[in-house]
């Protein structure tokens, strides 16, 4: 399948999804992502029992937090948007996707350490800079949560700017 010259389905891996996206550490977990068109995306992640967020969030009845699916989710679609979008193509090359709003998000089981979770997300383009992101989360074929989101995006430097007056 083609648009705009895109071959889909993108195919991307962990290390893949590390060079288009800034994070690290405890709050990267993506491990793959398959970009099926320019706004359709199925991702996956799981978070390892030794994660550090994992192990705070709670002693001895470890959790994934509801926040840290809606930040997985917001990595996958701004990673996915980065390499199968055209239109983002078009936005000056420092732009960043940064999370603008939570919109409505449903959380319907728990999550727990090394699931593999799978995230299948729609974005739609609602303004030149905005995206909204909806995504139906799943452990195998159990729905754990609805999340809906937006996503801006901002030249890198004004965050700078920004950050440093703060």
Request: glycine residues 6%; aromatic residues 8%.
């Given at each position: 399948m083609s648009d705009n010259g895109y071959q889909y389905p993108i195919q991307l891996q962990r290390s893949d999804i590390e060079q288009v996206l800034?994070?690290?550490g405890a709050i990267?977990?993506?491990?793959?992502l398959t970009i099926e068109g320019p706004h359709r995306f199925?991702?996956?992640?799981?978070w390892p029992?030794?994660?550090?967020?994992?192990?705070?969030?709670?002693?001895g009845m470890p959790i994934v937090p509801g926040v840290m699916l809606i930040e997985s989710m917001a990595q996958l679609a701004g990673a996915g948007l980065?390499?199968?979008?055209?239109?983002?193509?078009?936005?000056?090359?420092?732009?960043?996707?940064?999370?603008?709003?939570?919109?409505n998000c449903w959380f319907k089981?728990?999550?727990?350490?090394?699931?593999?979770?799978?995230?299948?997300?729609?974005?739609?383009?609602?303004?030149?800079?905005?995206?909204?992101?909806n995504a139906q989360v799943k452990i195998a074929d159990l729905e754990v949560a609805k999340l809906e989101i937006a996503l801006a995006y901002a030249p890198r430097t004004q965050l700078q700017v920004a950050s440093l007056a703060g």
């Open positions: 800034p994070h690290r990267f977990v993506c491990r793959q199925h991702g996956l992640a799981s029992r030794d994660n550090a967020v994992i192990q705070g969030h709670f002693p980065l390499v199968g979008d055209p239109y983002v193509k078009t936005l000056p090359q420092d732009s960043v996707g940064m999370l603008a709003a939570v919109r089981q728990p999550v727990l350490p090394d699931q593999d979770v799978e995230f299948f997300i729609q974005c739609r383009q609602m303004a030149p800079l905005l995206v909204q992101i």
